[in-house]
């Protein structure tokens, strides 16, 4: 089976601490593997034939050393607070598949609560904002959690935008445990 060179993707990682950099170019890949700047990690299964060998494709490569790479802020969004929390409530901590006494929960049955209500002052800002269940945001309210008898299984952070770039994207299988949201 032909690769299209153009439109495999590879995940990078940075040497050592093995986090997501980017997702780049299989020929800036095997530029880097064949220069000796990374290693292979994961491959898909396919190969790029030459006349005389042939290389396996990679899906996943690690620079050999560690660069560093300035934390750049992410962007508030909907989508990512719930890509963040992983479609779990951060009050009574159900998730997707989770069975209810009516029905089995959806990604379209999770909301995103503000801690602080805007109603109070509180912003659309990644530490104000989590994941809750429909259930859960509709039990809070425009109150505060200890207002509402209610207590945070987690305390919301800023994600680091490549974790947040790549999980929100589409990447294949092996990409998963490598990427933390």
Same mark, same amino acid.
């Given at each position: 089976?032909?690769?299209p060179?153009?439109?495999? %993707? #590879?995940?990078?990682l940075?040497?050592?601490?093995?986090?997501?950099?980017?997702?780049?170019? /299989?020929?800036?890949?095997?530029?880097?593997?064949?220069?000796? +700047?990374a #290693?292979? =990690?994961?491959? @898909?299964g396919?190969? /790029?034939?030459?006349?005389k @060998?042939?290389f396996p494709?990679?899906s996943v490569?690690?620079? %050999?050393?560690?660069?560093?790479?300035?934390?750049?802020?992410?962007?508030?969004?909907? %989508?990512?607070?719930l890509?963040?929390d992983?479609? #779990?409530?951060i009050?009574?901590? =159900?998730?997707i *598949?989770? $069975?209810?006494?009516?029905k #089995?929960?959806? +990604?379209?049955?999770?909301?995103?609560?503000?801690?602080?209500?805007?109603?109070?002052?509180g &912003?659309?800002?990644? @530490?104000? @904002?989590?994941?809750?269940?429909?259930?859960?945001?509709h039990? +809070?309210?425009?109150?505060?959690?200890?207002e509402?008898?209610m207590?945070? $299984?987690w305390?919301? &952070?800023i994600?680091?935008t490549?974790? /947040?770039v790549?999980?929100? *994207?589409?990447g294949?299988?092996?990409?998963?445990?490598?990427?933390?949201?």
């Amino acid at each position: 089976m032909a690769v299209p060179i153009n439109q495999t %993707r #590879v995940l990078l990682l940075n040497g050592s601490t093995w986090e997501p950099l980017a997702v780049i170019s /299989l020929p800036r890949a095997i530029n880097l593997l064949v220069s000796e +700047k990374a #290693v292979m =990690v994961e491959q @898909t299964g396919e190969f /790029l034939r030459t006349v005389k @060998t042939r290389f396996p494709v990679p899906s996943v490569i690690a620079l %050999r050393r560690y660069i560093n790479v300035p934390r750049r802020q992410a962007h508030w969004s909907r %989508r990512g607070v719930l890509t963040r929390d992983n479609y #779990v409530c951060i009050y009574c901590g =159900v998730t997707i *598949g989770s $069975q209810t006494r009516d029905k #089995v929960l959806a +990604k379209d049955d999770f909301t995103v609560d503000h801690i602080v209500p805007r109603s109070r002052g509180g &912003k659309d800002q990644w @530490t104000n @904002t989590a994941c809750a269940c429909y259930n859960c945001n509709h039990r +809070k309210g425009s109150r505060l959690p200890h207002e509402a008898g209610m207590k945070l $299984q987690w305390e919301p &952070k800023i994600p680091r935008t490549s974790y /947040l770039v790549i999980a929100v *994207g589409s990447g294949p299988d092996a990409w998963r445990r490598y990427i933390e949201v």
